[in-house]
């Protein structure tokens, strides 16, 4: 078993995959935080007409501190990855608990922005476990 620290291998070449995808990962929160905030109420109104812009707000204010975060594991901290693959993989589960629950609140654009944007949050999630699988080696 490997005491190894995983902020020791920060500059490791297998470090790279999961250093790339926090990156990735932090640019797509961000971007997504910036667009909800800046345009909640044409988001909301495509997502459907019943969602409120309010919601989409919120959603991005939050985004945005959790793209920062990311951010700063690409940089500094490795280890947070497996916290940040978690709260992917929540993002994940809301997602599609959101759609099966409030199924007819949304568009058929509405639908598809939710689960792709739950598609791409899952993939960031498994190639950050990938790449700290791969520090482990």
Known sequence: MQTQSLSSDQ???????????LQANALFSLLTGLAFVVVSGSIARFLGPQIPGWIVLVVGLGLLPFGVMVYRAAAND???ARIISG??????????LILGLGW???TVAGRWFVG???EAVATFAI?????LRRLQK
Do not use: E, K, N, Y
């Not at 500059?11 to 995808?21: G, I, K, N």
């Not at 709260?87 to 599609?96: E, K, L, N, P, Q």
């Not at 190639?127 to 790449?131: P, W």
């Open 78 to 80: 490795l280890q947070q």
């Open 127 to 131: 190639l950050q476990l990938i790449g």
């Open 11 to 21: 500059q490791h070449p297998r470090a790279t995959l999961l250093r790339r995808t």
């Open 104 to 106: 007819s609140l949304f």
């Open 87 to 96: 709260m992917d993989f929540a993002w994940v589960i809301g997602s599609f």
């Open 116 to 118: 792709l944007q739950a």
